[in-house]
């Protein structure tokens, strides 16, 4: 469970008890802190998913490196 999990499902429009129900490792109490902290504090909300974001790409720029080419260029990913 990540934080960007909980922030996507409440954009989602999922409500914190939604939220317990999918994912049940999760207490209500839980659920309206981390939302709570997320609303009080939005630059740096926003600044954790940049950064997730670019490790996410660095991640497949990584992984893509090691794919041979034929595939990447049958997958139109070349």
Known sequence: MYLEDLLDAYEGGLSPEEMVLAYPSLTLADVY??????LRHPEE???YRE???RRARAAEER???????????RLGRA
């Open 33 to 38: 802190a981390v939302l709570a902290w997320a």
């Open 51 to 53: 950064r997730v974001r």
């Open 63 to 73: 992984a893509r490196a090691h794919l041979p080419r034929a595939l990447l260029t």
């Open 45 to 47: 909300v926003a600044a």
